[in-house]
């Protein structure tokens, strides 16, 4: 992991749009940064752009216009075959978990480590720590179909963090589990930021923010990123 | 390459089902479009090993009341001319007997045309590394024996030649054409095989998977699918082979020379199932380059 000093832009959007085809805007001018280190909630109404926010985040998109710079590379002007690297420093939990039905809970989890070219005893130790650390120690060769909701989300929390990302982005990660599971994932995601990683958490669960009202915010509201509550966050609009 | 892990179930595709089998159908053809061109190759070298070295003089019957005894006269002048010549090993006439011989096999008996003037004929050998100004020798022969005239068998020859390499050819662009289908399917088969797993290519793309991650599984999983249906056409162009052989073999009896199939050939037919495993292979790679690379 090479965390960067706290402090530090990890993501800057300015002017950022987005359409689908030659649909509408679903993003206009987003502007924001987000400090290394920091752990904000990304907050908005169904449909107002969080989960389009985060494709652009985790390089799932690009701009239809404005500039993402992450890690300190302008996304414009980076190469196709140097998105890979970008993309490892980034965890990602999908808010439908994205799983591989096909594969073991340890297999989904061990993939980031796969696609990096990690020794299977690695992988072999490592993978069912993480696993254990998350509850799911006995679950080792389950397939997702067996598993319930909250089982997947830890899997693919599993999968987001075994990477040990700098930037971890999380849709709607407490939208399967039950209150109990929320908090000891949020306590997860904050023992994650200790250690450095910058964490995102998308979710339009008013009460989990509240619970943790001390954390800052982005919130959007028809495409645009209407307010930020941060002390140490650069802008808004 | 085989037992290597792979992230994507493309053992239940369709492909799957589909692809050995028109590879094996594929290396089938091409393994009787291989026989044929090394066949036609090894036939064109025997004629020509046969042929060259050899000369045959023609001489007409002569006409008039002493009309055998005059073509025979003129054998023996023509056998004459052409022992002077330098360079000739062997000049051997054949009779009238050895004539209607040679005619048997297309005229059956020959009792019908034992009165009719045939021509002579003389088998001449000739040292493979002399070498002989026939335009001379023919000018030196026809102006010493009337009715006389030399052939080398080079018109003929040609001509055979020329027929042979063309289906020599025809058999490559066979093969070619095979090796376009068998393409052309991997790439459909593919490119099927990633519409289906889209959800999974893109989880793979989005955790930092290089592309060629994802292309070395469709490739791997290409060239074990055409090794299975290699092997499997193989195995049945082995046996169409050898009953291709055999009933060529109670054919060959003066009309054809023996057609066997030289060492190279077995090498390359035996090769042929690597060869469509390896083009499944690296179309499949290329497939999945091509349709990554729109991806963002």
């Known amino acids: 992991m090479r965390h960067r000093p706290r402090g530090e832009n990890i993501i800057r959007f300015d002017s950022v749009g987005l359409r689908y085809g030659l649909g509408p805007e679903v993003l206009q001018d987003v502007t924001f940064a987000l400090p290394s280190g920091s752990f904000h909630f990304l907050t908005g109404p169904s449909g107002a752009g969080k989960s389009s926010l985060l494709r652009l985040m985790y390089l799932g998109l690009r701009p239809t216009r404005g500039r993402v710079v992450l890690f300190d590379r302008d996304i414009a002007n980076t190469k196709r075959y140097e998105l890979p690297a970008l993309r490892r420093r980034i965890g990602v939990v999908f808010q439908d978990f994205r799983l591989l039905d096909h594969l073991t809970a340890l297999d989904n989890v061990a993939l980031p480590l796969r696609v990096r070219g990690v020794r299977e005893s690695e992988i072999q130790k490592h993978v069912p720590e993480l696993l254990a650390w998350v509850g799911l120690a006995d679950q080792l060769g389950a397939k997702p179909s067996t598993l319930s909701g909250g089982q997947k989300q830890r899997v693919a929390i599993a999968r987001a963090v075994i990477g040990r990302p700098d930037l971890l982005l999380a849709d709607e990660p407490t939208g399967n589990v039950d209150d109990h599971i929320a908090m000891r994932l949020m306590y997860l995601f904050e023992e994650l930021n200790k250690l450095g990683t910058t964490i995102v958490v998308a979710t339009h669960n008013e009460l989990l923010v509240q619970r943790f009202a001390h954390l800052p915010r982005v919130h959007i509201e028809h495409g645009t990123v209407s307010r930020i509550r941060d002390s140490g966050m650069g802008e808004g609009n | ?296």
Do not use: C
Request: aromatic share 6%.
């Open chain 2, 1 to 296: 390459m085989f037992g290597r892990h792979s992230d994507l179930p493309l053992a239940g595709d369709a492909t799957s089902r589909f692809l050995p089998w028109l590879v094996a159908l594929m290396v089938f053809m091409a393994s009787m479009a291989v026989a044929g061109a090394f066949v036609i190759n090894e036939v064109i070298t025997r004629w020509d090993r046969d042929v060259s070295g050899t000369l045959t003089v023609q001489v007409l019957p002569a006409g008039g009341e002493q009309a055998e005894a005059a073509t025979d006269e003129r054998v023996r002048l023509a056998v004459d001319v052409m022992r002077k010549v330098p360079g000739v090993v062997a000049v051997k006439a054949f009779d009238k007997r050895r004539t209607l011989a040679l005619l048997e096999p297309w005229l059956g008996s020959t009792d019908v045309v034992q009165d009719l003037p045939l021509p002579r004929l003389i088998d001449v050998t000739i040292d493979p590394g002399a070498r002989l100004d026939l335009a001379e020798v023919s000018e030196r022969l026809s102006g010493a024996v009337p009715g006389a005239s030399l052939d080398d068998h080079r018109v003929w020859l040609s001509r055979l030649v020329n027929l042979s390499r063309t289906v020599q050819w025809l058999a490559v662009v066979v093969v070619v054409l095979i090796g376009a289908v068998t393409s052309a399917t991997v790439v459909y088969g593919t490119r099927t095989g990633m519409a289906v797993h889209h959800g999974i290519i893109e989880v793979l793309h989005l955790i930092g998977a290089h592309d060629d991650y994802i292309a070395r599984q469709f490739a791997d999983r290409a060239f074990a699918l055409g090794i299975a249906g290699g092997l499997m056409g193989l195995g049945m162009a082995v046996p169409a082979l050898t009953a291709i052989g055999w009933a060529a073999r109670r054919v060959e009896g003066g009309f054809l020379p023996s057609l066997g199939l030289p060492i190279l050939g077995y090498v390359a037919i035996g090769l042929l199932p690597l060869l469509a495993a390896g083009l499944a292979m690296l179309t499949a790679r290329l497939t999945v380059h091509g349709t990554l690379s729109r991806m963002p």
